[in-house]
């Protein structure tokens, strides 16, 4: 595999990549890394494709500004189109899973020539309206902790996850898989509770994720901390004004969502399946797929399927 360091104006972005062919740039979410994709890099790879995946902005080996304002959907999308536009100049093919969905897809939208298909995992296209998602969330959860609103407090969530890397990384990835109860990471909290209460640390870890792949993690969240990361989240305030031309603008291209049966994003709104539509907003929508038994991190919790569905939306191209 090979590894580079890509610069988007003062960003530098670590990239790995594998293969020779079309290109395929793969986004990784919070709180996880370019390592994410390992399964489907050597899949695709040995299929006839170049597939690259890099350090999202904040995280691991890329560039990690403080400012909550470097952390937009418009900064990090035009980091993926740098990415893209250096490693090949013909239109790429764009993977996104949880944070890494949306900016995908909205690297589809600002740079329409430059990306020819996108598929989502785990987060499904919604077109931006006129107010933040955090303002939905502060009236969605008014009396009760909310994971997103906890994080919007510069410091708390940071001082929290960084005492314990290891176990604050366990937590949370068991909580949003599917081999947690359902929907545990949503369970009633109050308001003033921390991010990791009540939630369990499993021993042994899930098969689906060995000793040595967490140590990937909780090497790179030691060493790079997690201010960028929950800068993004911070960010959604501005994402408003800033993509205030693309409101309730369709992805044009053809697209896909794969998501986990069991993963508690399908109830973030109350009485409501986000999962039940997740091609509304798109023009050219080839279908969606959810894995049964199956959680949040669904790339790495069910990589054959998700391999095998990710193939299945190439064929159609």
């Not at 080996?61 to 189109?81: C, E, F, M, Q, R």
């Not at 940071?158 to 359902?182: C, H, M, Q, W």
């Not at 994003?265 to 907003?281: K, N």
């Amino acid at each position: 595999m090979q590894t580079e360091q890509i610069r988007n104006g003062d960003m530098t972005l670590h990239v790995v990549s594998d293969g020779q062919g079309p290109l395929i740039l793969c986004v990784h979410g919070w709180p996880e890394l370019a390592y994410s994709w390992r399964h489907q890099i050597s899949y695709f790879a040995a299929r006839g494709y170049r597939v690259a995946a890099l350090d999202v902005r904040g995280y691991g080996g890329s560039s990690k500004p403080d400012d909550v304002s470097a952390y937009t959907l418009k900064n990090l999308a035009g980091d993926v189109a740098a990415v893209a536009r250096q490693l090949d100049p013909e239109p790429a093919i764009l993977f996104g899973h949880d944070w890494g969905a949306p900016i995908a897809y909205h690297a589809a939208l600002l740079y329409p020539q430059q990306f020819r298909a996108v598929a989502g995992l785990s987060v499904p296209y919604l077109p931006g309206g006129d107010t933040s998602a955090l303002d939905l969330w502060q009236a969605l959860y008014p009396d009760r902790f909310f994971y997103q609103l906890y994080i919007e407090q510069e410091g708390r969530a940071e001082a929290e996850v960084s005492a314990d890397v290891a176990t604050a990384l366990r937590k949370i990835y068991f909580a949003l898989s599917g081999n947690a109860p359902v929907d545990e990471w949503l369970k009633q909290k109050p308001k003033d509770a921390g991010l990791l209460d009540e939630l369990v640390d499993p021993h042994p870890f899930p098969d689906w994720m060995s000793d040595a792949d967490l140590d990937v993690y909780v090497t790179a969240f030691e060493a790079g901390g997690f201010r960028g990361p929950f800068n993004r989240y911070r960010a959604q305030r501005l994402d408003t004004a800033e993509l205030s031309a693309l409101r309730g603008q369709a992805i044009e291209q053809p697209a896909c969502f794969i998501g986990g049966e069991l993963d508690a994003v399908r109830h973030f709104v109350t009485d409501a399946d986000l999962y039940a539509d997740p091609g509304s907003g798109c023009s050219d929508f080839r279908g969606s797929r959810l894995i049964p038994e199956v959680g949040h991190w669904v790339q790495q919790e069910a990589a054959q399927a998700t391999n095998q569905a990710l193939a299945e939306f190439l064929q159609t191209l």
